[in-house]
């Protein structure tokens, strides 16, 4: 399997990287992931890497990008933080993604059962885990269907508030990055969110003004 060079990468349009999420997943559901050879992936990666994708993700084990997409090696910027939440470093990376390295779409992926979400729902306390779980606080303020049981045992409420939370970060994205958010309104990327389903496999994609 080929990796992406610069000129592949440069006709990839921001449709186009979407597509390829969206098809990557349909292999990985159907357990037809694409016949790599690592190792050449790797020799063929090592003069520069010119990846399609940016996305962001929970440190969840079970909620790999690369396996998730079915994307070899320099594929994607991957960028993996409890609760899949937004601060000044990440908007960097994006920044530095996107803005140099040409990344064609930024994808922020919750998912189910999220730990961080529960947490968060729970209201733990501790540490430094303290100041990372507030940045999710909105998203549970922002659930207001949810009448009783308003906690991590709750599964429709946490899976709610997992889906209000990548939403808002998706908000965060444009509202507190300019560069992105110029990006995205000249068409050279797009800005999506989706939810990961942890006991099937399948990602469910937002639009990218959801």
Known sequence: MWVHTKESQEKITPQKALEYLKVGNE??????????????????????????????????????AELIFDQGLGDIFSIRIAGNIINEDILGSMEYSCGIENSKIIMVLGHTKCGAIISACNNIKTGHLTGLLSKISPAIDKEVTTKVDRTGRNHTFVTNVCILNATLMLKNIREQSQILNNLEKEGRILIVGGLYDIESGEVTFFDSQY
């Open 27 to 64: 292999r990985f559901l159907n357990n037809l992931k694409l016949d790599r050879n690592l190792l050449t992936q790797v020799n063929q990666t090592s003069d520069g890497q010119f990846p399609f994708a940016t996305i962001l993700s929970c440190i969840d084990s079970r909620t790999s």
